[in-house]
Protein backbone atom coordinates (compact mmCIF):
# COMPACT_ATOMS: atom_id res chain seq x y z
CA UNK A 1 0.00 0.00 0.00
CA UNK A 2 0.53 3.63 -0.78
CA UNK A 3 2.79 5.14 2.58
CA UNK A 4 1.35 8.67 1.23
CA UNK A 5 -2.34 7.05 1.69
CA UNK A 6 -1.58 5.46 5.21
CA UNK A 7 -0.49 8.77 5.87
CA UNK A 8 -3.61 10.45 4.93
CA UNK A 9 -5.50 8.06 6.71
CA UNK A 10 -3.74 8.52 9.99
CA UNK A 11 -4.02 12.15 9.54
CA UNK A 12 -7.90 11.93 9.44
CA UNK A 13 -8.30 9.26 11.36
CA UNK A 14 -6.23 11.27 14.05
CA UNK A 15 -8.56 13.99 14.06
CA UNK A 16 -11.57 11.46 14.00
CA UNK A 17 -10.09 10.93 17.49
CA UNK A 18 -9.08 14.08 18.62
CA UNK A 19 -12.56 15.62 17.72
CA UNK A 20 -14.46 12.93 19.82
CA UNK A 21 -11.51 13.15 22.84
CA UNK A 22 -12.18 16.93 23.02
CA UNK A 23 -15.56 16.50 23.02
CA UNK A 24 -15.82 14.17 25.90
CA UNK A 25 -13.06 16.65 27.88
CA UNK A 26 -15.22 19.51 27.29
CA UNK A 27 -18.18 18.07 29.20
CA UNK A 28 -15.30 17.44 31.87
CA UNK A 29 -14.19 21.30 31.58
CA UNK A 30 -17.56 22.75 31.37
CA UNK A 31 -18.21 21.15 34.67
CA UNK A 32 -14.91 22.23 36.28
CA UNK A 33 -15.24 25.69 34.65
CA UNK A 34 -18.92 26.04 36.40
CA UNK A 35 -17.38 25.00 39.22
CA UNK A 36 -14.55 27.57 39.28
CA UNK A 37 -16.37 30.49 38.47
CA UNK A 38 -19.72 29.54 41.43
CA UNK A 39 -16.61 29.11 43.88
CA UNK A 40 -16.64 25.11 43.89
CA UNK A 41 -14.07 22.63 42.86
CA UNK A 42 -16.19 20.78 40.78
CA UNK A 43 -15.74 16.90 39.62
CA UNK A 44 -12.60 15.20 41.52
CA UNK A 45 -14.09 11.97 42.88
CA UNK A 46 -13.40 9.14 39.31
CA UNK A 47 -9.60 9.30 39.23
CA UNK A 48 -6.54 12.49 39.82
CA UNK A 49 -8.31 15.17 38.93
CA UNK A 50 -11.41 14.12 38.50
CA UNK A 51 -10.26 13.07 34.88
CA UNK A 52 -12.10 9.71 34.56
CA UNK A 53 -15.17 11.49 34.97
CA UNK A 54 -16.40 11.48 31.02
CA UNK A 55 -15.90 7.84 30.77
CA UNK A 56 -17.98 7.03 33.95
CA UNK A 57 -20.77 9.28 32.32
CA UNK A 58 -20.04 7.72 28.85
CA UNK A 59 -20.52 4.11 31.20
CA UNK A 60 -23.49 5.47 32.79
CA UNK A 61 -25.18 6.79 29.77
CA UNK A 62 -24.29 3.65 27.72
CA UNK A 63 -26.17 0.93 30.51
CA UNK A 64 -29.40 3.27 31.20
CA UNK A 65 -32.57 1.61 29.65
CA UNK A 66 -32.65 2.75 26.03
CA UNK A 67 -36.60 3.89 26.13
CA UNK A 68 -38.23 4.53 22.92
CA UNK A 69 -41.71 6.54 23.66
CA UNK A 70 -44.86 4.20 22.25
CA UNK A 71 -46.45 6.64 20.04
CA UNK A 72 -42.87 8.30 19.09
CA UNK A 73 -41.77 7.49 15.69
CA UNK A 74 -39.89 4.73 15.94
CA UNK A 75 -37.20 4.96 12.86
CA UNK A 76 -37.27 8.94 13.48
CA UNK A 77 -36.22 8.70 17.25
CA UNK A 78 -33.13 6.85 16.57
CA UNK A 79 -32.30 8.77 12.90
CA UNK A 80 -32.36 12.19 15.12
CA UNK A 81 -29.28 11.79 17.52
CA UNK A 82 -27.61 10.00 14.93
CA UNK A 83 -27.59 12.73 12.25
CA UNK A 84 -27.10 15.46 15.03
CA UNK A 85 -23.89 13.11 15.41
CA UNK A 86 -22.63 12.56 12.13
CA UNK A 87 -23.36 16.53 11.24
CA UNK A 88 -21.20 17.32 13.85
CA UNK A 89 -18.40 15.04 12.94
CA UNK A 90 -18.59 15.88 9.70
CA UNK A 91 -17.58 19.34 9.59
CA UNK A 92 -14.37 18.49 10.95
CA UNK A 93 -13.10 17.19 7.15
CA UNK A 94 -12.15 20.73 5.55
CA UNK A 95 -10.28 22.18 8.89
CA UNK A 96 -6.59 22.46 8.14
CA UNK A 97 -5.04 21.54 11.26
CA UNK A 98 -1.93 22.35 10.27
CA UNK A 99 0.51 23.23 7.46
CA UNK A 100 1.99 19.92 5.65
CA UNK A 101 4.07 16.61 6.51
CA UNK A 102 7.06 16.13 3.87
CA UNK A 103 7.67 11.95 3.76
CA UNK A 104 9.02 10.06 1.17
CA UNK A 105 9.64 13.14 -1.04
CA UNK A 106 5.44 14.19 -0.81
CA UNK A 107 3.58 16.69 0.79
CA UNK A 108 0.66 15.66 2.61
CA UNK A 109 -1.64 18.20 4.26
CA UNK A 110 -2.63 17.86 7.73
CA UNK A 111 -6.26 18.56 6.45
CA UNK A 112 -9.13 15.62 5.81
CA UNK A 113 -9.59 17.14 2.51
CA UNK A 114 -8.22 19.98 0.80
CA UNK A 115 -11.31 21.49 -1.31
CA UNK A 116 -11.38 24.47 -2.74
CA UNK A 117 -15.54 25.08 -1.27
CA UNK A 118 -14.07 24.25 2.21
CA UNK A 119 -16.37 27.17 3.84
CA UNK A 120 -19.03 26.23 1.37
CA UNK A 121 -19.01 22.87 3.01
CA UNK A 122 -18.58 23.61 6.46
CA UNK A 123 -21.84 25.69 5.91
CA UNK A 124 -23.90 23.27 4.09
CA UNK A 125 -23.01 20.54 6.75
CA UNK A 126 -23.93 23.07 9.99
CA UNK A 127 -26.98 23.84 7.79
CA UNK A 128 -27.77 19.91 8.13
CA UNK A 129 -26.97 19.96 11.62
CA UNK A 130 -30.58 21.50 12.88
CA UNK A 131 -32.19 18.69 10.53
CA UNK A 132 -31.04 16.23 13.59
CA UNK A 133 -32.39 18.48 16.12
CA UNK A 134 -35.66 19.03 14.23
CA UNK A 135 -36.02 15.63 13.68
CA UNK A 136 -35.72 14.11 16.95
CA UNK A 137 -37.83 16.74 18.38
CA UNK A 138 -40.50 15.88 15.88
CA UNK A 139 -40.34 11.97 16.46
CA UNK A 140 -40.72 12.66 20.29
CA UNK A 141 -44.33 13.18 19.67
CA UNK A 142 -44.14 15.90 22.48
CA UNK A 143 -45.18 19.43 22.14
CA UNK A 144 -42.00 20.71 24.56
CA UNK A 145 -39.62 18.80 22.17
CA UNK A 146 -41.76 19.97 19.53
CA UNK A 147 -41.47 23.71 20.92
CA UNK A 148 -37.89 23.00 21.31
CA UNK A 149 -37.12 21.59 17.68
CA UNK A 150 -38.88 24.96 15.84
CA UNK A 151 -36.82 27.23 18.34
CA UNK A 152 -33.92 25.16 17.09
CA UNK A 153 -34.78 25.69 13.64
CA UNK A 154 -35.76 29.27 13.32
CA UNK A 155 -32.76 30.16 15.62
CA UNK A 156 -30.47 28.69 13.41
CA UNK A 157 -31.68 29.94 10.07
CA UNK A 158 -31.83 33.60 11.82
CA UNK A 159 -28.04 33.17 12.21
CA UNK A 160 -27.08 31.66 9.11
CA UNK A 161 -27.31 34.91 7.54
CA UNK A 162 -25.74 36.64 9.26
CA UNK A 163 -23.06 34.17 9.87
CA UNK A 164 -23.29 33.90 5.83
CA UNK A 165 -22.90 37.64 5.87
CA UNK A 166 -20.09 38.01 8.05
CA UNK A 167 -18.05 35.41 6.02
CA UNK A 168 -18.75 36.95 2.79
CA UNK A 169 -16.84 39.84 3.93
CA UNK A 170 -13.50 37.49 5.14
CA UNK A 171 -13.98 35.69 1.47
CA UNK A 172 -13.69 39.13 0.06
CA UNK A 173 -10.12 39.32 1.48
CA UNK A 174 -9.01 36.09 0.98
CA UNK A 175 -10.71 35.79 -2.56
CA UNK A 176 -11.43 31.97 -2.10
CA UNK A 177 -13.51 29.56 -0.33
CA UNK A 178 -10.79 27.43 0.44
CA UNK A 179 -10.01 27.20 3.93
CA UNK A 180 -6.40 26.47 3.37
CA UNK A 181 -5.67 30.10 1.35
CA UNK A 182 -7.78 31.78 3.96
CA UNK A 183 -5.72 30.58 6.23
CA UNK A 184 -2.18 30.96 4.56
CA UNK A 185 -3.30 34.35 3.08
CA UNK A 186 -2.85 35.43 7.31
CA UNK A 187 0.53 34.85 7.48
CA UNK A 188 2.31 35.60 10.69
CA UNK A 189 0.18 38.12 12.48
CA UNK A 190 -1.27 39.36 9.10
CA UNK A 191 -4.62 38.19 11.18
CA UNK A 192 -8.03 38.90 10.04
CA UNK A 193 -9.40 39.87 13.33
CA UNK A 194 -7.11 43.08 12.80
CA UNK A 195 -9.16 43.85 9.50
CA UNK A 196 -12.81 43.21 10.78
CA UNK A 197 -13.21 43.14 14.36
CA UNK A 198 -17.07 44.07 13.70
CA UNK A 199 -17.16 40.57 11.41
CA UNK A 200 -15.52 38.55 14.05
CA UNK A 201 -18.18 39.64 16.94
CA UNK A 202 -21.01 39.23 14.44
CA UNK A 203 -19.50 35.89 13.56
CA UNK A 204 -18.56 34.61 17.18
CA UNK A 205 -22.45 35.74 18.26
CA UNK A 206 -23.94 33.77 15.51
CA UNK A 207 -21.41 30.84 16.58
CA UNK A 208 -23.17 30.83 19.52
CA UNK A 209 -26.39 30.61 18.39
CA UNK A 210 -25.52 27.80 15.99
CA UNK A 211 -24.17 25.89 18.89
CA UNK A 212 -27.50 26.54 20.67
CA UNK A 213 -25.11 27.65 23.64
CA UNK A 214 -26.18 30.17 26.68
CA UNK A 215 -27.11 32.88 25.83
CA UNK A 216 -29.15 31.42 22.81
CA UNK A 217 -29.57 28.10 24.30
CA UNK A 218 -33.88 28.17 23.69
CA UNK A 219 -34.01 25.00 22.15
CA UNK A 220 -33.02 23.33 24.86
CA UNK A 221 -34.07 25.79 27.96
CA UNK A 222 -34.44 23.73 31.32
CA UNK A 223 -37.18 25.91 32.78
CA UNK A 224 -39.50 26.49 29.52
CA UNK A 225 -39.49 23.54 27.64
CA UNK A 226 -38.62 21.05 30.40
CA UNK A 227 -35.60 20.33 28.30
CA UNK A 228 -36.47 20.92 24.71
CA UNK A 229 -35.92 18.87 21.89
CA UNK A 230 -34.18 15.69 23.93
CA UNK A 231 -36.76 15.48 26.75
CA UNK A 232 -37.94 11.75 25.80
CA UNK A 233 -34.40 11.25 24.76
CA UNK A 234 -32.43 8.89 27.61
CA UNK A 235 -29.25 6.43 27.51
CA UNK A 236 -26.83 7.09 24.81
CA UNK A 237 -29.16 8.39 22.75
CA UNK A 238 -28.86 11.66 24.57
CA UNK A 239 -25.40 11.45 25.34
CA UNK A 240 -25.28 11.31 21.48
CA UNK A 241 -26.89 15.03 21.24
CA UNK A 242 -25.22 16.23 24.08
CA UNK A 243 -21.70 15.16 22.47
CA UNK A 244 -22.66 16.31 19.27
CA UNK A 245 -23.23 19.48 20.39
CA UNK A 246 -19.55 19.46 22.40
CA UNK A 247 -18.48 18.10 19.07
CA UNK A 248 -19.98 21.13 17.42
CA UNK A 249 -18.74 23.96 20.17
CA UNK A 250 -14.89 21.61 18.77
CA UNK A 251 -15.64 22.66 15.30
CA UNK A 252 -16.80 26.31 15.49
CA UNK A 253 -14.12 26.93 17.86
CA UNK A 254 -11.86 25.91 15.20
CA UNK A 255 -13.45 27.23 12.62
CA UNK A 256 -13.29 30.84 13.79
CA UNK A 257 -9.80 30.04 14.88
CA UNK A 258 -9.10 29.91 10.95
CA UNK A 259 -11.43 32.35 9.66
CA UNK A 260 -10.44 35.13 12.26
CA UNK A 261 -7.11 34.37 14.34
CA UNK A 262 -4.83 33.08 11.20
CA UNK A 263 -5.56 29.01 11.76
CA UNK A 264 -2.48 27.74 12.60
CA UNK A 265 -0.54 30.55 11.64
CA UNK A 266 1.50 32.84 14.49
CA UNK A 267 4.06 35.57 14.89
CA UNK A 268 7.40 34.66 14.23
CA UNK A 269 6.67 31.36 12.46
CA UNK A 270 9.09 32.05 9.53
CA UNK A 271 11.36 32.63 12.05
CA UNK A 272 10.76 29.15 13.63
CA UNK A 273 10.68 27.46 10.12
CA UNK A 274 14.32 28.90 9.51
CA UNK A 275 16.29 27.51 12.89
CA UNK A 276 14.45 24.09 12.01
CA UNK A 277 15.13 23.79 8.70
CA UNK A 278 18.93 24.80 9.89
CA UNK A 279 19.12 22.48 12.72
CA UNK A 280 16.81 18.99 11.84
CA UNK A 281 17.37 19.51 8.11
CA UNK A 282 14.80 19.99 5.31
CA UNK A 283 12.39 17.43 5.97
CA UNK A 284 12.45 17.13 9.96
CA UNK A 285 12.77 20.97 9.91
CA UNK A 286 9.65 21.17 7.96
CA UNK A 287 7.47 18.47 9.65
CA UNK A 288 8.28 20.02 13.07
CA UNK A 289 7.48 23.52 12.60
CA UNK A 290 4.00 21.98 11.06
CA UNK A 291 4.01 20.83 14.06
CA UNK A 292 4.68 23.99 15.82
CA UNK A 293 2.01 25.11 14.15
CA UNK A 294 -0.74 22.56 14.57
CA UNK A 295 -0.11 23.24 18.96
CA UNK A 296 -1.07 26.80 18.56
CA UNK A 297 -3.84 26.39 16.55
CA UNK A 298 -5.11 23.92 19.02
CA UNK A 299 -4.09 26.46 21.85
CA UNK A 300 -6.44 28.78 20.12
CA UNK A 301 -9.20 26.21 19.50
CA UNK A 302 -8.95 25.69 23.50
CA UNK A 303 -9.30 29.68 24.34
CA UNK A 304 -12.22 29.64 22.06
CA UNK A 305 -13.91 26.53 24.00
CA UNK A 306 -13.14 28.47 27.28
CA UNK A 307 -14.45 31.76 25.80
CA UNK A 308 -17.63 29.72 24.94
CA UNK A 309 -17.69 27.90 28.40
CA UNK A 310 -17.15 31.24 30.09
CA UNK A 311 -19.30 33.02 28.69
CA UNK A 312 -22.22 30.13 29.38
CA UNK A 313 -21.43 30.58 32.32
CA UNK A 314 -22.03 34.74 32.72
CA UNK A 315 -24.90 35.34 30.68
CA UNK A 316 -28.29 34.82 31.08
CA UNK A 317 -30.90 33.38 28.48
CA UNK A 318 -32.35 35.78 25.56
CA UNK A 319 -36.30 35.73 25.88
CA UNK A 320 -37.36 34.84 22.07
CA UNK A 321 -38.38 37.63 20.63
CA UNK A 322 -34.97 39.29 21.96
CA UNK A 323 -33.21 36.99 20.20
CA UNK A 324 -35.27 37.50 17.00
CA UNK A 325 -34.30 41.17 17.28
CA UNK A 326 -30.68 40.79 17.95
CA UNK A 327 -30.62 38.43 15.02
CA UNK A 328 -32.71 40.46 11.99
CA UNK A 329 -32.41 44.05 13.45
CA UNK A 330 -28.97 43.80 14.99
CA UNK A 331 -26.52 41.62 13.36
CA UNK A 332 -27.64 41.33 9.81
CA UNK A 333 -27.60 45.13 9.33
CA UNK A 334 -24.19 45.28 10.84
CA UNK A 335 -22.93 42.21 8.88
CA UNK A 336 -24.27 44.38 5.51
CA UNK A 337 -22.68 47.35 7.18
CA UNK A 338 -19.03 45.35 7.66
CA UNK A 339 -19.23 43.58 4.23
CA UNK A 340 -19.35 47.17 2.63
CA UNK A 341 -16.55 49.01 4.93
CA UNK A 342 -14.50 45.88 3.55
CA UNK A 343 -15.29 46.17 -0.02
CA UNK A 344 -14.19 49.51 0.36
CA UNK A 345 -11.29 48.46 1.61
CA UNK A 346 -9.97 46.00 -0.86
CA UNK A 347 -10.77 48.04 -3.35
CA UNK A 348 -8.65 51.56 -1.42
CA UNK A 349 -5.40 49.06 -1.58
CA UNK A 350 -5.16 50.09 2.28
CA UNK A 351 -7.21 47.46 3.48
CA UNK A 352 -6.72 47.93 7.35
CA UNK A 353 -6.06 51.54 7.75
CA UNK A 354 -9.85 51.64 5.61
CA UNK A 355 -11.08 49.04 7.46
CA UNK A 356 -10.90 50.87 10.68
CA UNK A 357 -11.71 54.28 8.64
CA UNK A 358 -14.85 53.22 8.13
CA UNK A 359 -16.02 50.95 11.40
CA UNK A 360 -15.01 55.07 12.82
CA UNK A 361 -16.97 56.47 10.59
CA UNK A 362 -20.08 53.97 11.02
CA UNK A 363 -20.33 54.19 14.80
CA UNK A 364 -19.68 57.95 14.83
CA UNK A 365 -22.37 58.16 12.39
CA UNK A 366 -24.78 56.14 14.68
CA UNK A 367 -23.69 58.23 17.54
CA UNK A 368 -25.15 60.75 15.67
CA UNK A 369 -28.12 59.45 14.28
CA UNK A 370 -29.30 58.06 17.84
CA UNK A 371 -28.37 61.70 18.89
CA UNK A 372 -30.33 63.74 16.79
CA UNK A 373 -33.01 61.16 16.67
CA UNK A 374 -33.13 59.21 19.06
CA UNK A 375 -35.13 58.86 22.33
CA UNK A 376 -33.95 61.45 24.85
CA UNK A 377 -32.38 59.98 28.09
CA UNK A 378 -34.87 61.23 30.70
CA UNK A 379 -35.22 60.30 34.17
CA UNK A 380 -38.09 58.88 35.84
CA UNK B 1 -43.89 54.27 53.34
CA UNK B 2 -40.69 53.30 53.04
CA UNK B 3 -39.81 50.26 55.81
CA UNK B 4 -36.05 49.77 54.81
CA UNK B 5 -33.00 51.61 52.74
CA UNK B 6 -32.40 48.39 50.87
CA UNK B 7 -34.25 48.57 47.98
CA UNK B 8 -32.73 49.39 44.70
CA UNK B 9 -35.09 51.82 42.84
CA UNK B 10 -35.50 50.40 39.34
CA UNK B 11 -33.52 52.24 36.47
CA UNK B 12 -36.13 52.61 34.14
CA UNK B 13 -34.44 55.26 31.50
CA UNK B 14 -33.99 54.00 27.67
CA UNK B 15 -30.92 52.17 27.03
CA UNK B 16 -28.18 54.27 25.57
CA UNK B 17 -26.54 53.10 22.13
CA UNK B 18 -23.50 51.27 23.95
CA UNK B 19 -25.84 49.21 26.70
CA UNK B 20 -27.95 48.87 23.14
CA UNK B 21 -25.18 46.77 22.07
CA UNK B 22 -24.28 44.72 24.87
CA UNK B 23 -20.96 44.51 24.61
CA UNK B 24 -19.92 46.82 27.80
CA UNK B 25 -22.36 45.01 29.74
CA UNK B 26 -21.11 41.43 28.80
CA UNK B 27 -17.31 42.39 29.75
CA UNK B 28 -18.50 43.84 32.98
CA UNK B 29 -20.32 40.36 33.54
CA UNK B 30 -17.13 38.51 32.13
CA UNK B 31 -14.90 40.61 34.32
CA UNK B 32 -16.85 39.44 37.56
CA UNK B 33 -17.07 35.51 36.62
CA UNK B 34 -13.21 36.08 36.07
CA UNK B 35 -12.35 37.31 39.27
CA UNK B 36 -14.62 34.63 40.42
CA UNK B 37 -12.55 31.99 38.32
CA UNK B 38 -9.19 32.65 40.22
CA UNK B 39 -10.62 33.48 43.63
CA UNK B 40 -10.51 31.32 46.73
CA UNK B 41 -13.13 28.24 46.54
CA UNK B 42 -15.34 27.48 49.38
CA UNK B 43 -15.44 23.73 48.70
CA UNK B 44 -14.41 21.46 51.97
CA UNK B 45 -13.85 18.15 50.29
CA UNK B 46 -15.61 16.13 53.13
CA UNK B 47 -14.90 12.98 53.95
CA UNK B 48 -10.48 13.57 53.51
CA UNK B 49 -11.25 17.19 54.98
CA UNK B 50 -13.34 18.43 57.94
CA UNK B 51 -14.58 21.42 59.18
CA UNK B 52 -14.02 22.20 63.28
CA UNK B 53 -17.28 22.44 64.40
CA UNK B 54 -16.79 24.08 67.75
CA UNK B 55 -15.55 22.86 71.25
CA UNK B 56 -19.62 22.84 72.17
CA UNK B 57 -20.24 20.18 69.14
CA UNK B 58 -22.52 17.15 70.70
CA UNK B 59 -21.24 14.01 68.82
CA UNK B 60 -20.34 10.86 70.20
CA UNK B 61 -20.88 9.60 73.71
CA UNK B 62 -17.87 9.10 76.06
CA UNK B 63 -18.13 7.67 79.39
CA UNK B 64 -15.30 9.51 81.33
CA UNK B 65 -12.45 7.47 83.47
CA UNK B 66 -10.94 9.33 86.12
CA UNK B 67 -7.19 10.82 86.62
CA UNK B 68 -6.59 6.68 87.98
CA UNK B 69 -8.72 5.40 85.52
CA UNK B 70 -11.80 4.10 87.19
CA UNK B 71 -15.02 4.83 86.16
CA UNK B 72 -16.53 7.74 86.67
CA UNK B 73 -20.39 6.54 86.49
CA UNK B 74 -21.91 5.15 89.43
CA UNK B 75 -25.47 4.40 87.86
CA UNK B 76 -27.34 6.44 89.51
CA UNK B 77 -29.97 6.61 86.21
CA UNK B 78 -30.07 10.67 86.39
CA UNK B 79 -28.91 10.70 82.38
CA UNK B 80 -31.77 7.88 81.84
CA UNK B 81 -34.38 9.75 83.40
CA UNK B 82 -32.91 12.89 81.29
CA UNK B 83 -33.23 11.36 78.10
CA UNK B 84 -36.12 13.21 76.15
CA UNK B 85 -35.65 9.81 73.81
CA UNK B 86 -35.07 7.33 76.32
CA UNK B 87 -32.20 5.70 74.64
CA UNK B 88 -30.02 5.41 77.44
CA UNK B 89 -30.58 2.02 80.02
CA UNK B 90 -28.16 0.27 82.44
CA UNK B 91 -27.89 -2.01 84.67
CA UNK B 92 -26.10 -1.29 88.38
CA UNK B 93 -24.29 -3.26 90.25
CA UNK B 94 -22.10 -3.34 93.72
CA UNK B 95 -18.01 -3.01 93.71
CA UNK B 96 -16.36 -6.05 95.41
CA UNK B 97 -13.53 -5.84 97.39
CA UNK B 98 -10.66 -5.60 94.82
CA UNK B 99 -12.43 -3.06 92.19
CA UNK B 100 -11.24 -0.21 94.10
CA UNK B 101 -8.93 0.49 90.91
CA UNK B 102 -11.54 -0.23 88.24
CA UNK B 103 -14.40 2.23 89.30
CA UNK B 104 -14.54 4.53 91.66
CA UNK B 105 -17.21 4.23 94.12
CA UNK B 106 -19.26 1.74 95.60
CA UNK B 107 -21.49 0.87 92.95
CA UNK B 108 -21.28 1.44 89.29
CA UNK B 109 -22.66 0.19 85.93
CA UNK B 110 -22.42 -3.28 84.55
CA UNK B 111 -24.06 -2.42 81.51
CA UNK B 112 -24.49 0.64 79.94
CA UNK B 113 -26.34 1.11 76.93
CA UNK B 114 -27.35 4.14 74.48
CA UNK B 115 -29.59 3.30 71.08
CA UNK B 116 -28.04 5.13 68.46
CA UNK B 117 -31.14 4.91 66.92
CA UNK B 118 -33.06 6.83 69.70
CA UNK B 119 -30.62 9.23 70.65
CA UNK B 120 -31.00 12.80 69.64
CA UNK B 121 -27.80 14.14 70.45
CA UNK B 122 -29.52 16.55 72.86
CA UNK B 123 -26.60 16.80 75.81
CA UNK B 124 -29.56 16.79 78.37
CA UNK B 125 -27.52 13.59 79.71
CA UNK B 126 -24.34 15.18 80.38
CA UNK B 127 -26.53 18.18 81.97
CA UNK B 128 -28.06 15.99 84.53
CA UNK B 129 -24.66 13.59 85.05
CA UNK B 130 -23.51 14.39 88.85
CA UNK B 131 -20.38 12.83 88.56
CA UNK B 132 -18.78 13.99 85.38
CA UNK B 133 -18.95 10.88 83.67
CA UNK B 134 -21.24 11.27 80.36
CA UNK B 135 -20.22 13.80 77.95
CA UNK B 136 -20.97 13.87 74.21
CA UNK B 137 -16.94 14.22 72.19
CA UNK B 138 -17.05 17.29 70.20
CA UNK B 139 -14.52 15.74 67.99
CA UNK B 140 -16.17 12.02 66.47
CA UNK B 141 -19.18 11.38 64.83
CA UNK B 142 -21.60 8.26 65.70
CA UNK B 143 -20.63 6.33 62.40
CA UNK B 144 -23.19 5.72 60.05
CA UNK B 145 -24.62 1.30 60.57
CA UNK B 146 -25.95 -0.40 58.33
CA UNK B 147 -28.04 -2.77 60.51
CA UNK B 148 -30.40 -2.73 63.45
CA UNK B 149 -27.55 -5.02 65.66
CA UNK B 150 -25.01 -2.14 65.44
CA UNK B 151 -27.18 0.11 66.16
CA UNK B 152 -26.72 -0.21 70.34
CA UNK B 153 -23.83 0.91 71.76
CA UNK B 154 -22.05 -1.12 75.17
CA UNK B 155 -19.81 -0.50 77.39
CA UNK B 156 -17.23 -1.44 75.35
CA UNK B 157 -17.69 1.68 72.61
CA UNK B 158 -18.47 3.91 74.93
CA UNK B 159 -16.49 4.20 77.88
CA UNK B 160 -12.74 5.75 77.70
CA UNK B 161 -9.79 4.50 76.52
CA UNK B 162 -7.19 5.89 79.37
CA UNK B 163 -4.47 5.60 76.15
CA UNK B 164 -6.88 8.08 74.08
CA UNK B 165 -8.28 10.22 76.30
CA UNK B 166 -10.99 12.88 75.44
CA UNK B 167 -10.36 16.02 76.31
CA UNK B 168 -12.43 19.24 75.89
CA UNK B 169 -10.88 22.31 73.75
CA UNK B 170 -12.58 24.80 75.86
CA UNK B 171 -14.20 25.66 78.64
CA UNK B 172 -14.93 29.30 78.84
CA UNK B 173 -16.33 31.56 76.69
CA UNK B 174 -12.81 33.24 76.02
CA UNK B 175 -11.40 30.29 75.00
CA UNK B 176 -14.31 29.25 72.39
CA UNK B 177 -13.72 32.60 70.78
CA UNK B 178 -10.13 32.19 70.60
CA UNK B 179 -10.91 28.72 69.10
CA UNK B 180 -13.40 30.04 66.50
CA UNK B 181 -11.40 33.14 65.27
CA UNK B 182 -9.15 30.51 63.83
CA UNK B 183 -11.37 28.11 62.20
CA UNK B 184 -10.06 26.70 59.01
CA UNK B 185 -10.51 23.32 57.41
CA UNK B 186 -8.30 20.60 59.40
CA UNK B 187 -7.38 17.55 58.15
CA UNK B 188 -8.29 14.62 60.91
Known amino acids: MDSVFIIKSLIILGIFAISLTIAAYETYFERVIAAFIQDRVGPDRAGPFGLLQPLADAGKLFFKEDFIPGMADKWLFILGPSLAMLTALMTSAVIPFGDSILYDGQEILVQGIEVNIGILWVFGVVSLGVYGILIGGWASNNKYSLYGAIRAASQNISYELAMGLSIIAVLMMASSLSLRTIVESQHGMNWNIFYQPLGFIIFLTCSFAECNRTPFDLPESENELVAGYHTEYGSMKLGLYLFSEYVNMFISSAVIATLFLGGFNYPGMDWVYATMTENFGAVVGHNLSTLAGTLVFFAKIFAFIFLFMWVRWTLPRFRYDQLMDLGWKGLIPLAIVNLIITAAAELSGHALLVNWIGLGVFIALVYAWSAIFGTKKTSL | ?188
Not at chain 2, 34 to 43: E, G, I, N, R, V
Not at chain 2, 71 to 86: D, I, M, S
Not at chain 2, 151 to 163: C, H, R, T
Not at chain 2, 170 to 176: C, N, V
Request: aromatic share 10%; net charge positive.
Open chain 2, 1 to 188: MQLTDRSKKTDKTPLTLAEKSYLPGIAKGLGITLKHFFSKKATIRYPEQKRYLGPIFRGHHILKRDEEGRERCTACGLCAVACPAEAISMVAAERVKGEESLYREEKYAASYEINMLRCIFCGLCEEACPKEAVYLRHDKFVPVFTSRDQVIYGKDQLVEDMNERYERDAWTKEEMQKLWAQQKPVNY
